[in-house]
């Protein structure tokens, strides 16, 4: 691991001015891209899997990169199912070990996996969101979560939801996507790793100086939040 990272560079000095508007499009449209083959694939194995441990709350990484986090986690919550997810082949195949019983990594989409599982009724016991990548532009607003129109499916999941960021912006800026779509408001507060990172690029930034940060929010299940097709 590099001792050295960069910070965020980027072209905004507060929270996007487009966000308002990037949460009410995602409120009010449903999300039309057509689900990809080998997310549905990888999500039927994910519900055999899960199937087979019904009496455990779920755990979401989402975005777990080389899945350490999901190991972390299954380990911390032994009762808990815990599913990693990431679309980089690359990195989920990066040898850590054998996996735990009570954890499982998954290649798909997250935008397409999210709604498979709303759609399935899922409700993660937790839901983490660690280290998302940046997209510090001001122009790739809605190539972050809180700008993308798979936003209501995230929060409609439910469950305490934790999201950790090197960018104090994304940070804010997805807490106040919480509060418009939701109306619950997330704590946002520094993260300080006490020599327990719990994924590699948390360590990364730790290592390099950077603050990190962490908003927590307990939501409600609610598929209702997501618009429907025809729907009002
Ligand atoms: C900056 S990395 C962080 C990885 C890990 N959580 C960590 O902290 O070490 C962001 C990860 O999100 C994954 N990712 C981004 N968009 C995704 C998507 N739409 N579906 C699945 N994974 C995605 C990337 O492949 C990458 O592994």
Redesign the pocket.
Known sequence: MHASSRSIDTNQSGPHEGLTGRVTRALENPLRKPIAEHTQAAFQEARTWLAARSEMPLILDA????G??TRRLAASFPDHAVIG????RD?LSREHGPLPDNALLVR????DFWRLALADGWRPARHYL????PYPKSAHLKMRWQGHPVLPVILALGGHLELRSNWRLYVEEFALAVAQATGHEAQVAIHEPNGKPL????QKYHVSGQTLWKLVVQLPHDPDLVAREGGA
Not at 63 to 66: E, H
Not at 108 to 111: F, M, W
Request: with cysteine; glycine share 8%.
């Open positions: 975005g777990c990169g080389v350490l986090s997810v990431d679309r980089s990195r798909a989409d997250l935008v660690l280290y998302p990548n994924t590699p690029f948390e």
